[in-house]
C-alpha cells in the first residue's frame, strides 16, 4: 500500500513563507514525475509545479520567481518552498506523484491535501 504524507501547511501573512513536503513510502519500485496541485474553495484543482526524475521544472506563471519545487530521491520526498506568499496563494495543496510500485503499472497518486491560508 502506498501513503503520501503531507506536511507543512499553515496560516501566515503576505509576504511570508511556508515549506511544504510529500513523502511517498510503500512497496515503491519507481517514482517518475512529482508535483503540487492547488484548489480554492468553488475553483478547480490547478497545476502549481512538477518535477521530473531528472530534475527539471515547470510552474504556473503565477508562482514563477516566488515557489520552488525540489525532490529528495533517496527520501521519495517533494518540497515546495513558496516565499512572498499572496492571499491568492490560498489554497488546499496537493501533492501529485507518479510512481510504480512493485509489479503493477505506474498510476498517479495524490496526497490527502494540505491548507495554506496567506491572510492580507
Known amino acids: 500500500q502506498v501513503q503520501l504524507v503531507e506536511s507543512g501547511g499553515g496560516s501566515v501573512q503576505a509576504g511570508g513563507s511556508l515549506r511544504l513536503s510529500c513523502a511517498a513510502s510503500?512497496?515503491?519500485?519507481?517514482?517518475?514525475?512529482m508535483g503540487w496541485y492547488r484548489q480554492a474553495p468553488g475553483k478547480q484543482r490547478d497545476l502549481v509545479a512538477t518535477i521530473t526524475s531528472g530534475g527539471s521544472t515547470n510552474y504556473a506563471d503565477s508562482v514563477k520567481g516566488r515557489f520552488t519545487i525540489s525532490r529528495d530521491n533517496a527520501k521519495n520526498t517533494v518540497y515546495l518552498q513558496m516565499n512572498s506568499l499572496k492571499p491568492e496563494d490560498t489554497a488546499v495543496y496537493y501533492c501529485?506523484?507518479?510512481?510504480?510500485?512493485?509489479?503493477?503499472?505506474?498510476?498517479?497518486?495524490w496526497g490527502q491535501g494540505t491548507q495554506v491560508t496567506v491572510s492580507s
Open positions: 510503500g512497496s515503491i519500485f519507481s517514482i517518475n514525475a
Open positions: 501529485n506523484v507518479d510512481m510504480q510500485r512493485v509489479g503493477t503499472p505506474r498510476v498517479r497518486y
